[in-house]
């Protein structure tokens, strides 16, 4: 099992920027693409975006395109989202995932995902 502690959120305006952090350990050998999802108060859960193991490959929602890059450092086994003209729309905790698999087919589906971290709230006021 993959523990996973996500930090950076916090309060920012709108137009503002906030980077993400996701902190993996344990299974340090195992490799895996990552994700990132966000969950609003009474919504559900949606896909944010993700990025395969070697990094060369990533996947967007269509509400974040443009804004958010998701990067990793595998050598700090850390994945990182860049959040850009942040909208008051983006507020939700963000939660990072391992996914099942190095690469990102099928990114969207959160039931490829096999380990959470506990989610960093972001909030942006308009």
């Known amino acids: 099992q993959v523990q996973l502690i996500e930090s950076g959120g916090g309060l920012v305006q709108a137009g503002g920027s906030l980077r993400l952090s996701c902190a993996a350990s344990g299974r340090s050998s195992s490799r895996f693409a990552m994700g990132w999802f966000r969950q609003a108060p009474g919504k559900e859960r949606e896909f944010v975006a993700a990025?395969?193991?070697?990094?060369?490959?990533?996947s967007y929602a269509d509400s974040v395109k443009g804004r958010f890059t998701i990067s990793r450092d595998n050598a700090k086994n850390t994945v990182y989202l860049q959040m850009n003209s942040l909208k008051s729309e983006d507020t939700a905790v963000y939660y990072c995932?391992?996914?099942?698999?190095?690469?990102?087919?099928?990114?969207?589906?959160?039931?490829?995902?096999?380990?959470w971290g506990q989610g960093t709230q972001v909030t942006v006021s308009s």
């Open positions: 995932a391992t996914k099942m698999g190095v690469s990102t087919v099928e990114a969207y589906n959160a039931s490829l995902y096999n380990s």
């Open positions: 990025i395969s193991w070697s990094g060369f490959s990533t």
